[in-house]
């Protein structure tokens, strides 16, 4: 069993930035396809991000394309969102994810294995 926390969210002004950190308890993870998800109130979880087991491949929504990098420390068994230039559209629920046998493309379907509790993130105008 893997379990994923998630911190780093909170509340900042339009145009700022912040960067979220997934830490996983299991060294093997550093195996696993990772991503980014999140759910706004009253809407339906989206996919945000996705790395490759190595780090080399990242995929993004289009949404969050340019302004949010997906990053990973394998030695830490850390995942992490760094987001920039931030919308108040982009508050949300922040849930980090993985999955062993997902690509990286395919994480951006939803359906992963392991999930952390959250962490918000709210942008104010």
């Known amino acids: 069993q893997v379990q994923l926390v998630e911190s780093g969210g909170g509340l900042v002004q339009a145009g700022g930035g912040l960067r979220l950190s997934c830490a996983a308890s299991?060294?093997?993870?550093?195996?696993?396809?990772m991503g980014w998800f999140r759910q706004a109130p009253g809407k339906e979880r989206e996919f945000v991000a996705a790395?490759?087991?190595?780090?080399?491949?990242?995929y993004y929504a289009d949404s969050v394309k340019g302004r949010f990098i997906i990053s990973r420390d394998n030695a830490k068994n850390t995942v992490y969102l760094r987001m920039d230039s931030l919308k108040p559209e982009d508050t949300a629920v922040y849930y980090c994810?993985?999955?062993?046998?997902?690509?990286?493309?395919?994480?951006?379907?939803?359906?992963?294995?392991?999930w952390g509790k959250g962490t918000l993130v709210t942008v104010s105008s």
């Open positions: 790395i490759s087991r190595s780090g080399d491949s990242t």
């Open positions: 994810a993985a999955d062993p046998f997902k690509s990286t493309t395919q994480v951006r379907l939803g359906d992963m294995k392991y």
């Open positions: 299991a060294r093997t993870v550093s195996t696993y396809s």
